[in-house]
């Protein structure tokens, strides 16, 4: 059965670096997704892209961090100054157009010390 | 705010035993969804119940909705120990963003 992958599973970087998550979505889906969910808390939307345009974003998506789809394959977030805030669980998620279930990755672990 | 809520945030029952978990919500919605997630792990979707459904089956799931109080229940029936997760409900909104409830832990004692 086709999912939707991530990696890595675990990044640590250090306060002001940038870090790049990447994600392979379900092929032959055309709608992209990125959740944060802190740890004990809430999942919470990031940004939807589709047809290679971010379509909507939440006040959390700020200038700091922006998506990607740089091949066929491919979707990534990027964060370019990481706050220790940034530290969660980043999820990203597709699905076909008309169908609103979506598919999620399992996950990378974001650490910012 | 439009965040979902969830009730209970934990809960803890036997195996065999049928548990409850309620979602509530604030706007309008197109679908409510819900999802299960074991620790530390990603999201699993379960099942999705659209805006003017009532309710929906689907293995040992029921999902209810009821518009009028914005709410959505999700029963589980004869549970398993293998159904320890944690589970959110999600609300799809009318810009078709899914808005999250904070989830119920649930604990399935062998």
């Known amino acids: 059965e086709p999912e939707v992958t991530q990696t890595p599973s675990h990044q640590v970087t250090q306060m002001g670096q940038e870090v790049i998550l990447r994600c392979v979505p379900i092929?032959?889906?055309?709608?992209f997704y990125w959740y944060r969910q802190i740890l004990g808390q809430k999942v919470e939307f990031l940004v939807s892209?589709?047809?290679?345009?971010?379509?909507?974003k939440s006040e959390i998506f700020d200038d700091q961090f922006s998506v990607e789809r740089p091949d066929g394959s491919n979707f990534t977030l990027k964060i370019r100054s990481t706050k220790l805030e940034d530290s969660a669980m980043y999820f990203c998620a597709s699905n076909w157009p008309g169908l609103y279930e979506q598919y999620f990755g399992p996950g990378t672990r974001l650490t910012v010390t | 705010s439009q965040q979902g809520e969830e009730d209970p945030q934990a809960l803890s029952i036997q195996e065999g035993e049928n548990a409850t978990m309620n979602c509530s919500y604030k706007t309008s919605i197109n679908n409510l969804q819900w999802y299960r997630q074991n620790s530390g792990r990603g999201l699993v979707h379960l099942i999705l119940?659209?805006?003017n459904e009532r309710e929906k089956h689907s293995g040992r799931l029921r999902v209810t909705l009821d518009t009028s109080k914005k709410s959505s229940s999700l029963l589980i029936t004869a549970s398993r120990a293998a159904d320890t997760a944690s589970y959110f409900c999600?609300?799809?909104?009318?810009?078709?963003?899914?808005?999250w409830g904070a989830g119920t832990k649930l604990i399935i004692k062998p």
């Open positions: 119940i659209r805006s």
């Open positions: 892209f589709y047809n290679n345009e971010i379509s909507e």
């Open positions: 999600a609300f799809m909104d009318s810009n078709y963003q899914l808005i």
């Open positions: 092929s032959n889906h055309l709608y």
